[in-house]
């Protein structure tokens, strides 16, 4: 498909651009990513994965202004994040970042639709009625917007979760190892939510995981080690996101063996 000139300069969701985060000092040091370079195109459905210690889960937080980074340049669409004050970031997670995260993060006195509205509340922002009640039927939690969490399966809870990062259109929504505390087909369901909001929503979502076979729902599969993208795959499936952990695996080994 041949790109307009409109889409060329159309600017990518999410980037980092030489990005280093170092944690410690002398002996301690312990550089968390290397120099890294990465454009998240909009959207589409981008995973991350890596061993642990790899530096995904630093890359995303620093990409949706949770943490700062040491050098390099950080954007969210065309806004830099690098230099902007607590009070800045704060502002544009609120208004142009969606989190989703492993332990749902749901306040158990309140019922799913207010959990839903909660982050559109606390902004003093009004919600859209139409969009909330698609966003709603997409995720299936129509006939369960009147229970608490704890009258909720994992599966639920975390619909509502994904419902939540949805209903403000943020920019780009992060999820990190949303599947990680679910059932294989609680997490299917959820899964495959993220990849309808980017069908049909056109919804931009980064996704850290250590799973393959949730990584098969994205677009594109980014792969860390010690703090460097060693490898990347479009258009994924499970045989060969695993294929290509064991042959980074595998050059890992070697690598140690020759030191």
């Known amino acids: 498909m041949t790109m307009s000139v409109l889409d060329a300069a159309q600017p990518a969701a999410a980037r980092a651009v030489d990005v280093w985060k170092v944690y410690?000092?002398?002996?301690?040091?312990?550089?968390?990513?290397?120099?890294i370079t990465l454009s998240v195109e909009a959207g589409k459905f981008t995973a991350i994965m890596g061993p642990s210690g790899s530096g995904k889960s630093t890359l995303m937080h620093c990409l949706a202004g949770l943490d700062t980074v040491d050098r390099g340049?950080?954007?969210?669409?065309?806004?830099?994040?690098?230099?902007?004050?607590?009070?800045?970031?704060?502002?544009?997670?609120?208004?142009?970042?969606?989190?989703?995260?492993?332990?749902?993060?749901?306040?158990?006195?309140?019922?799913?639709?207010?959990?839903?509205?909660?982050?559109?509340?606390?902004?003093?922002?009004?919600?859209?009625?139409?969009?909330?009640?698609?966003?709603?039927?997409?995720v299936g939690l129509r006939p369960r917007l009147g229970h608490r969490p704890s009258e909720?399966?994992?599966?639920?809870?975390?619909?509502?979760?994904?419902?939540?990062a949805l209903l403000s259109r943020p920019d780009v929504i992060f999820a990190d190892e949303p599947t990680g505390?679910?059932?294989?087909?609680?997490?299917?369901?959820?899964?495959?939510?993220?990849?309808?909001?980017?069908?049909?929503?056109n919804q931009t979502i980064v996704m850290v995981t250590h799973d393959p076979n949730a990584a098969s729902y994205a677009d594109r599969v980014v792969f860390l080690a010690d703090g460097n993208?060693?490898?990347?795959?479009?258009?994924?499936?499970?045989?060969?996101?695993?294929?290509?952990?064991?042959?980074l695996d595998a050059n890992a080994n070697r690598v140690m063996e020759t030191a």
């Open 73 to 138: 340049e950080l954007f969210v669409g065309d806004t830099t994040l690098t230099g902007m004050s607590d009070k800045q970031l704060t502002q544009l997670r609120r208004d142009r970042v969606g989190f989703i995260f492993q332990q749902f993060n749901l306040l158990p006195t309140l019922t799913a639709q207010e959990n839903i509205l909660l982050p559109l509340a606390i902004a003093g922002r009004k919600h859209d009625q139409e969009w909330f009640d698609r966003v709603v039927d997409t």
């Open 229 to 247: 993208i060693v490898s990347e795959i479009n258009d994924p499936t499970e045989d060969v996101v695993l294929d290509t952990i064991k042959q």
């Open 152 to 164: 909720l399966s994992g599966g639920q809870q975390q619909r509502v979760a994904c419902a939540r």
């Open 181 to 201: 505390n679910l059932d294989s087909r609680s997490g299917a369901e959820v899964l495959s939510f993220l990849r309808a909001s980017v069908r049909e929503f």
């Open 24 to 35: 410690g000092s002398g002996e301690t040091e312990v550089a968390a990513l290397r120099g």
